[in-house]
């Protein structure tokens, strides 16, 4: 072989040798940049979850304050209205009883499904008549009225008071009779059995 097919021969190895080196280097900065993009990815995913997880608690905490706002404003909307129908609402027990009992249960709690699954609310009106109804027991006037004393009686031992009074039309005539709730359920079937001897 000649010099100058030596020397060709030389030239094409180092230029073989050059573009491998090349295509080396050319391998070397991509993983480079590779590597660098990957970190930049990772740092504007971290980022951007920190932000939704703030953005997502922000808005957390905007409901909730939403909710305690319309709860606020529905117990003083009651209030006010409550005010305009009857000044003197606030000094009726059986009233005021009902009321905190409705707005704890629809309001504070938000729903009224707590009351159907529990039953009725210990705040819920009852009558003589209406309990008699429900034991399936039927009481002529005098009797109820009997019954309605015996009640009152049981309700004065037991609280230390008279029951509280609320306006109920009888026959057309408006009168003033005892208030009484779900919780003094016991007393009014106690009566209502000892009048018609069960």
């Avoid at 709690?109 to 429900?134: K, L, T, Y």
């Avoid at 005539?173 to 779900?182: A, C, D, E, K, W």
Wanted: net charge neutral.
């Amino acid at each position: 072989m000649s010099d100058s097919e030596l020397g060709k021969r030389k030239i094409s190895d180092d230029l073989e040798r050059v573009e491998i080196r090349l295509r080396n280097l050319q391998c070397d900065k991509m993983e480079i940049e590779l590597e660098q993009l990957k970190k930049q990815f990772s740092i504007d995913n971290n980022q951007l979850m920190t932000k939704y997880q703030i953005d997502n608690e922000q808005r957390k905490n905007d409901n909730e304050q939403r909710k305690i706002d319309n709860k606020m404003s529905t117990v003083h909307n009651f209030a006010s209205t409550m005010e305009m129908l009857n000044p003197e609402w606030r000094f009726e027990k059986r009233l005021v009883l009902q009321a905190t009992d409705y707005l704890k249960n629809g309001t504070l709690n938000g729903s009224s499904a707590q009351q159907i699954e529990n039953g009725p609310a210990e705040s819920e009106s009852i009558s003589i008549g209406s309990v008699a109804f429900e034991m399936g027991i039927s009481m002529p006037n005098s009797k109820a009225t009997t019954a309605g004393k015996h009640a009152a009686a049981a309700y004065r031992q037991k609280y230390g008071e008279s029951p509280s009074k609320h306006n109920q039309t009888i026959g057309g005539n408006v009168i003033l009779v005892n208030s009484y709730t779900q919780k003094d359920r016991d007393l009014l079937e106690a009566a209502i059995k000892h009048v018609v001897g069960v």
